[in-house]
């Protein structure tokens, strides 16, 4: 039960933050669908399904936060590139404010209980 | 070149794969068909380049990347999520009570002879707030009633006789009646057609 709640708390997390990361992601340049989603995936739990990503892509460039083009790849079908758009960058960059300041925040409140619950009957196993 | 567009060739062919996108394609029918189609290709080749980056083809290798992919549901579940927050949320905030709206306006229409006119009027006002019908099916609907039962009034005159007691009002009341109920009827009958997912 509490373990339910803890993944569904995570897996909330992860939507909310996931758009960002792609958004961070194509900072120092634009990529392709699958280098995207492959690096992506390479992070530790961030992203469980690999597909899921693509109709995110597709939100994304809705919204105007990435923009795509289509490249000739050497060897087979023209690859769709992601770029940030200047939109997508302000969007990246009021958000990782944002971020530090929740996350410190999350810190502070996690690392009060641990103190206050700490010392005396603390269980380490 | 050629080695990709046989990976290409080789995977499209691959029974594992046909599968998958065929279940991805059944799970996504709710999307709008460019979207959909879209949607189909972007998966297609990701399989292809990570294929690819594997280096290989082989039945477990495809298995590897379908896992990594996720269950085609999942994805198509994501794609409706994603297009849905735009339109899903006002859609269901308006249709719901649009839809309610609209059926009061047709019980007033309808039983509106029970206040002569008046009702008939207050009926015809609320079907033309209410925008669960184009202008074209209002229009057509409120007079349509009135001129069917314009066109039968003569015959109601004659059929009633001229020695009856109904003077020109009753009349009026009784064919303005009947007109509300026509162009309810009328109007029921375009909103069936037109929102039946609604319901």
């Known amino acids: 039960m509490v373990l339910g709640e803890t993944r569904k708390a995570v897996s909330q997390l992860r939507r909310g933050t996931l758009e960002f990361c792609v958004l961070a992601l194509l900072r120092d340049g634009e990529r392709y669908g699958f280098d995207l989603v492959r690096s992506l995936s390479e992070v530790d739990g961030l992203v469980t399904s690999e597909g899921t990503i693509y109709p995110l892509l597709t939100r994304l460039r809705k919204e105007q936060l990435v923009t795509t083009y289509w490249r000739e790849s050497g060897a087979g079908p023209p690859r769709r590139y992601y770029q940030l758009t200047d939109a997508g960058r302000a969007a990246l960059d009021d958000f990782a404010v944002e971020w530090i300041r929740f996350r410190d925040a999350v810190d502070r409140l996690l690392d009060v209980n641990v103190d206050s619950e700490g010392d005396g009957d603390r269980h380490e196993d | ?199």
């Open chain 2, 1 to 199: 070149m050629s080695i990709r567009k046989g990976m290409v060739t080789a995977m499209k062919t691959n029974q594992i794969v046909t599968e998958y996108l065929h279940r991805l394609h059944d799970a996504s029918s709710a999307l709008p068909s460019q979207r959909r189609t879209e949607l189909l290709s972007e998966i297609l080749t990701h399989i292809d380049d990570a294929l690819c980056a594997a280096g290989g083809n082989d039945d477990v290798t495809i298995l590897n990347v379908l896992e990594r992919l996720g269950p085609p549901e999942d994805i198509a579940a994501a794609a409706l999520g994603e297009s849905a927050p735009m339109s899903a949320p006002v859609a269901a905030a308006v249709a719901v009570p649009r839809r309610g709206f609209a059926r009061v306006a047709l019980v007033v229409l309808a039983v509106g002879f029970v206040v002569p006119i008046i009702g008939w009027m207050i009926g015809a006002v609320l079907v033309a707030a209410s925008d669960a019908w184009s202008i074209r099916e209002k229009v057509l609907g409120l007079v349509i009633g009135p001129l069917v039962m314009i066109a039968l009034t003569p015959m109601l005159t004659l059929a009633v006789g001229p020695g009856a007691s109904f003077g020109t009002l009753e009349i009026l009341v009784l064919v303005w009646g009947f007109a509300g109920l026509f162009s309810a009827l009328y109007l029921s009958l375009r909103l069936r057609q037109t929102h039946v997912l609604a319901l």
